[in-house]
């Protein structure tokens, strides 16, 4: 026996004795595979101020399936009793989630930084296992080893000799990468990365591999190692209106006649993907991207679909909406952050932005899922719903009053019922020889469909004897107007 195939026989062996088979009830045969970040000093920025509880999935990419997630699939299928696809994820199993500062044990972090501890493919309650037969011709597809370099089968009868041309062989490269999503309550901030199995050292690096969310490049410095960029900061929902986004979902709506279909002109910041940016070329001809690298990643990975749902209760348009009645309209990937619709009157559009794997096919069965074609389902966020209601008659101020004050100042106020198209408001004193603009206001809630107050103050000097004030929603023209009292 040579020296390289001891080492294979060696590691194999640990990896059975350590554990055992009652621990390993996701990868049966040679072990589990760790998932590192806090070790290395990686971790998540904290979740914006006013974020609420976070939560966190993992998955391997193209396997994943975060809406039955319930820890009963075994032998590295992903897939439980009779043939459902429950994924390669979490599954019932609590993903471990830490605080940083106690993790890495330092106060360099931010407080309220998390990294992802204790975390690996064997535990209990993982379903499915990430060293996955994608290509069933091959005798050992599940080999144990994570995107090894060389032809396993050779090596195991033979031994590894870097000279032999039977030894190297890259179609064996078909363990796809892992990504973790972590979401807070308020739906308002995720944060998302993915990375490679690890590095291997040499073409014949016996390890059976890992996952390391160190090995991430276009993170922020870590402030441990200038050099390293793996600090995953939080992002906004894209749709959501916020600081990085004033503008909301909808930009603007026009109609081509006054109770006839809405054109809506949608804008979002879109995401950014926070990976290892690494090529691992694949020869294995079921792999079809040609490589199971984050580099290899479609454009698909990330998916705004446009929905909408009719307007239930014009008096409470977003209240009354059915959670589970999105209609999907349009879909856009990456790095798309723009569209148009058009949408029926009283009609409520949202943004759901998806990440993984489209599914590619319809038929959720062992035979497809074990080859990574069943896509990763339940990994997303969607916006809050902007609501279009009649001929933009929500567009028009509502409730205006101009009052005069006992020191000749003039105070008006008004409120708006749902802002979607509407930039600012123009105030206007309107007089005998036509009106004059006192003054505008910038909206609060373009693009978010919700409510609005306004006040505005003028001089009596403004008003050189008006008794009637008008206020104009831009870029709509909606107007009413009030007697000075």
């Known amino acids: 026996m040579k020296r390289g195939f001891r080492a294979l026989a060696v590691l194999a062996a640990v990896a059975v004795v350590s554990g055992g088979p009652a621990s390993f009830a996701a990868c049966l045969d040679f072990g589990g595979f760790a998932i590192f970040q806090c070790a290395d000093r990686a971790y ?7 974020s609420g509880t976070v939560s966190v999935a993992f998955w391997q990419i193209g396997y994943g399936n975060g809406n039955l997630n319930d820890g009963s699939g075994t032998s590295g299928t992903g897939n439980g009793s009779g043939g459902a696809f429950n994924g390669n994820d979490n599954g019932a199993f609590p993903v471990s989630l830490e605080d940083a500062r106690t993790s890495i044990g330092s106060t360099v972090p931010p407080a ?18 990430c060293d996955n037969p994608k290509d069933s011709a091959l005798t050992l597809s599940k080999d144990g080893i994570l995107n090894p370099l060389y032809n396993v089968a050779y090596v195991r009868n033979y031994s590894y000799d870097a000279n032999d041309p039977n030894s190297a062989s890259t179609a064996w490269v078909q363990d796809s990468p892992m990504a973790a999503l972590l979401r807070e309550t308020t739906g308002s901030y995720f944060a998302v990365v993915a990375v490679t199995t690890m590095q291997r050292t040499s073409q014949g690096d016996p390890r059976p591999g890992f996952y390391n969310f160190k090995d991430v490049t276009n993170g922020l410095t870590n402030p441990f190692n200038a050099a390293a960029h793996n600090i995953i900061p939080w992002q906004p929902v894209p749709g959501k209106k916020g600081s990085s986004d004033p503008l ?10 006054a109770v006839g279909p809405h054109t809506l002109t949608l804008g979002w910041n879109d995401v950014t993907m926070y990976t290892d940016n690494r090529n691992l070329p694949s020869t294995n001809t079921a792999v079809t991207n040609g490589g199971m690298g984050t580099a290899n990643f479609g454009g698909d990975f ?4 446009v929905e909408t749902q009719p307007i239930v209760d014009a008096n409470n348009p977003i209240g009354s909406l059915n959670p589970n009645g999105w209609t999907a309209q349009a879909t856009y990937t990456n790095p798309t952050n723009s569209a ?8 409520c559009v949202r943004l759901h932005t998806y990440f993984g794997v489209p599914p590619g096919t319809t038929t959720q069965t062992v035979a497809n899922c074990r080859l990574g074609i069943c896509g990763d389902l339940g990994y997303d966020v969607a916006s809050p719903p902007s609501c279009v209601g009649g001929p933009l008659v929500s567009e028009s101020p509502i409730e205006l009053k101009a009052i005069r004050e006992r020191a000749g100042a003039l105070t008006i106020t008004w409120k708006a019922s749902a802002e979607l198209s509407t930039k600012s408001y123009r105030i206007e004193a309107v007089g005998k020889k036509g009106n004059t603009v006192l003054g505008t206001v ?9 409510a ?8 009596v000097t403004q008003l050189k004897g008006t008794r009637t004030i008008m206020v104009v929603a831009e870029p709509s023209g909606a107007k009413q107007s009030v007697n000075i009292q």
């Open 248 to 257: 909301g979902l909808v930009r603007d709506v026009s109609s081509p006649t």
């Open 442 to 450: 910038p909206a609060n809630g373009t693009g978010s469909g919700t």
């Open 302 to 305: 990330i998916r705004y679909v």
């Open 112 to 129: 309220g930084s998390l990294c992802l501890r204790n975390n690996n493919w064997a535990n209990t309650g993982v379903d499915g296992c």
């Open 452 to 459: 609005s107050s306004y006040k505005f103050s003028a001089s």
């Open 340 to 347: 148009t619709v058009t949408v029926n009157p009283d009609t």
């Open 44 to 50: 998540f920025n904290p979740a914006p101020a006013g």
